[in-house]
């Protein structure tokens, strides 16, 4: 291992995973089962407001590997009690300000994962703009995926709903044929491996689709919601349980990107409010 690579196996070592920096702060990584490549090559990292910019960024410590054990369980699964076992590695990515981020890859006998850490972040409002993680298969490689439904579309607009059809063993870079994309968990086959990808174990800095909370302070409600999605989303909440206000206040994205829109709502029991592309909205109500 030298400061520009780090490798990493699973505890059979049947999984050999390698990530490369250019010394200008881009990663990448390739991962191979028994010494055939299954991912030839993917990019890693994240940039953002209050992370510093991807050229500052160097390795600049690699720790020792760190055996991981643990169990879980999950009620809704055709497995109720789990076990897992991997080994770990985490890549500090910092510029001369010790700014950054850290990247964890761990590798198990069956699967791989990375996750991105901000243990320097100071108490500041840290915002993802674009993570950069990607995959690349051999060209002979197929997939079995499930393309993004068109938002708006379909029964009462109520896509993308996530129920499509999965399109099943096309070759990959088989653009999908309405522009929208494909959905995880993606399915692959490189000759007689099956790799599965999808995103876990998020915390609540993602929303996912959209996600709306109320909190009550006193005499005031404060309801907020989030739109994860890249296209225009119209919430109706119910607000029955609230009992009622003397005067409401929304606040939603304006017209200008960092924009604010401040207005008064009348409340209703059955309130609409419509959210931008990857937006969201304030509602505080005083009773």
């Known amino acids: 291992m030298s400061s520009e690579t780090c490798t990493i196996e699973s505890r059979d070592r049947r999984l ?53 054990d643990g169990a879980y369980e999950i009620q809704t699964s055709k497995r109720r009690l789990n076990t ?21 890859v761990q590798a198990a006998d069956d ?10 972040s100071s108490g500041k409002l840290l915002i993802i703009e674009e993570e950069l993680t990607s995959f690349r298969f ?26 499509g059809h999965y399109v099943q063993g096309i070759p990959v870079g088989t653009p999908e044929s309405t522009g929208t ?14 790799v599965l990808i999808t995103k876990a174990g998020l915390d ?17 409600w404060y309801i907020a919601g ?8 119209e919430m109706e909440l ?3 349980l609230l009992g009622g206000g003397s005067n409401t206040v929304l606040i939603t994205d304006g017209a200008a990107p960092g924009a604010f829109q401040v207005v008064g709502a009348t409340l209703t029991n059955a309130h609409t409010v419509t959210m931008k592309p990857n937006g969201g909205f304030v509602m505080i109500i005083n009773q």
Not at 88 to 101: F, K, T
Not at 226 to 233: F, L, R, S, T, V
């Open 16 to 68: 050999h995973v390698t990530v490369r920096s250019d010394n200008v702060g881009m990663l990448s990584y390739s991962i191979s089962r028994d010494g055939v490549p299954v991912i030839e090559g993917g990019a890693l990292g994240v940039t953002g407001t209050n992370i510093a910019p991807l050229t500052e960024l160097q390795i600049v410590d690699v720790s020792p590997v760190e055996q991981i």
């Open 84 to 104: 897992y076992a991997a080994n770990r590695r985490v890549l500090r990515m910092r510029n001369r300000d010790d700014r950054g981020y850290d990247l964890i």
């Open 111 to 120: 699967g791989v994962a990375f996750r991105y850490a901000f243990p320097n």
């Open 138 to 163: 051999p060209q002979h490689a197929k997939r079995w995926l499930q393309p993004m439904a068109v938002a708006k579309s379909g029964w009462e607009q109520t896509n993308p709903s996530y129920e």
């Open 181 to 194: 994309g494909w959905v995880y968990p993606a399915l692959f086959q490189v000759d007689s491996v099956w």
């Open 204 to 220: 609540g800095g993602y929303p996912g689709r959209d996600v709306v909370i109320a909190r009550r302070a006193g005499q005031r």
């Open 226 to 233: 989030i739109n994860g999605e890249p296209w225009e989303k």
């Open 238 to 240: 119910d607000l029955t």
